[in-house]
């Protein structure tokens, strides 16, 4: 019974560790977001002027923000 509780005990700490070593961090997640949301065309970065024709040829109001 002890070496099934070590076993167990060292199988969790390896799976533990394998998982935190695969996680990304939060600042590629956002990179990784942001190029998704660009290349679906979802969202219009640094270009006023296609911001402005875009809006007008949906007839919808666009938000923009100055940073």
């Given amino acids: 019974m002890r070496q099934f509780v070590l076993a167990l005990a060292i199988l969790c700490s390896l799976t533990l560790s394998l998982r935190a070593a695969e996680q990304i961090t939060r600042a590629d997640q956002v990179r990784g977001d942001k190029t998704d949301v660009e290349d679906a065309g979802l969202w219009i970065y640094n270009d006023m002027e296609k ?5 007008k040829s ?3 109001p666009m938000l923009v923000v100055f940073r």
């Fill in 51 to 55: 911001g402005i024709a875009e809006a």
């Fill in 58 to 60: 949906s007839g919808m």
